[in-house]
């Protein structure tokens, strides 16, 4: 439900890069989006493509790689993925677990001319 | 051509937040932010937290609501500063709103700040403020189902609130299933059962307060 103030960050972060990069245009804005962020990719375009007009990036297309919820086991270090809440290693059952992959919201660069 | 550019799209927002953080800091104030679903019970919490810790420091809240404000008239009647915050829409607080909110009160004044965040359980965990800890309250008549959909807030939170205990009798909600599937995700939060409008487990969860945010105290 954020999905507009995360869009408005990645263009003025994207629009800044350009500037300082002297990139008439921005073609593409790839970005990493971890499985434990509450986003929705078609609320994310859908305001991607309001929200880029009269900008830098007007022609542009969001890339958004969808990062897998990964956890690392501080017993045994194994490492893991989870989509059903379950957190503790499945190996040695230790709940000392760490979020290795999944909390990413980082724009991983741009393409433009 | 392709620029990489690896940088945090709330980047923006965790730079003021540090800068919250060592404002609060420099002034020896505590910060704690309660994050819920709307109708949780925030507010009536608040309402019977605030006195009891009145007793021992001095309070201050930030109230913060799309709109209206309701919430911080309920609070008023304990003569403590409140600072509202209106969105307008927007379904979360971030740390430039609650930089103006601390530039409206007299830090010096004040040993703690409780933020009342808007009511929604996921764009606000995805906001640091600047707080100290954060806590989620819950309330029984949601559903004993919500731990696994929202891992970040409860991986993150030092605890959380299950409010509306007395209304258990009368709905289906498994506190064993959902005490478990909390601890699953983080098997150091601290659970407290309460019902703010009969009391009922109030005490506990003032006392692991307090204590909270005297170990926080210790950390400085």
Not at chain 1, 14 to 43: K, P, T, W, Y
Not at chain 2, 108 to 117: A, K, P, Q, S, T
Not at chain 2, 185 to 202: A, M, Y
Request: proline content about 3%; hydrophobic content about 40%; charged content about 25%.
């Amino acid at each position: 439900m954020h999905e507009l103030t995360v869009i408005e960050n990645v263009l003025q972060i994207s629009g800044q890069v350009a500037r300082d990069n002297q990139l008439r245009r921005i073609d593409v804005i790839n970005l990493d989006v971890g499985g434990m962020q509450h986003l929705n990719e078609e609320i994310m375009q859908h305001g991607f493509d309001a929200a880029k007009k009269d900008t830098v990036a007007s022609e542009a297309s969001l890339k958004i790689f969808w990062l897998p919820v990964k956890l690392r086991c501080n017993a045994c270090s194994r490492v893991f993925g989870t989509d059903n809440g379950k957190f503790h290693c499945p190996g040695c059952g230790s709940k000392d677990t760490e979020v290795e992959q999944g909390m990413e919201l980082n724009i991983k660069s741009i393409e433009g001319e | 051509m392709e620029i990489k550019v690896l940088k945090n799209v709330l980047d923006k927002n965790m730079n003021q937040a540090e800068k919250n953080r060592q404002t609060l800091m420099r002034n020896q104030v505590k910060m704690v932010n309660f994050i819920s679903s709307p109708g949780a019970g925030k507010t009536t919490l608040l309402e019977k937290t605030i006195p009891v810790l009145q007793e021992d420091m001095k309070v201050g809240v930030i109230e913060g609501d799309a709109y209206t404000s309701k919430d911080a008239e309920r609070l008023q009647q304990f003569s403590i500063p409140i600072v509202q915050i209106n969105t307008g829409g927007t379904c979360h607080l971030d740390s430039s709103s609650i930089e103006k909110a601390l530039g409206e009160l007299v830090l010096e004044e004040l040993d703690l700040i409780l933020v009342e965040n808007v009511g929604n359980l996921i764009c606000p965990t995805a906001f640091d403020l600047g707080e100290d800890f954060r806590v989620a309250v819950l309330s029984t008549t949601e559903g004993d189902d919500k731990p696994a959909k929202y891992p970040m807030l409860f991986r993150q939170a030092k605890a959380v609130v299950l409010n509306k205990i007395d209304l258990m009798p009368y709905i289906n909600f498994d506190n064993e299933t959902f005490k478990n599937d909390l601890w699953e995700i983080n098997p150091n939060l601290q659970v407290f059962e309460t019902s703010s409008t009969d009391g009922t487990g109030v005490a506990k969860w003032l006392k692991w307060l307090k204590g909270a945010l005297k170990e926080e105290e210790k950390r400085v």
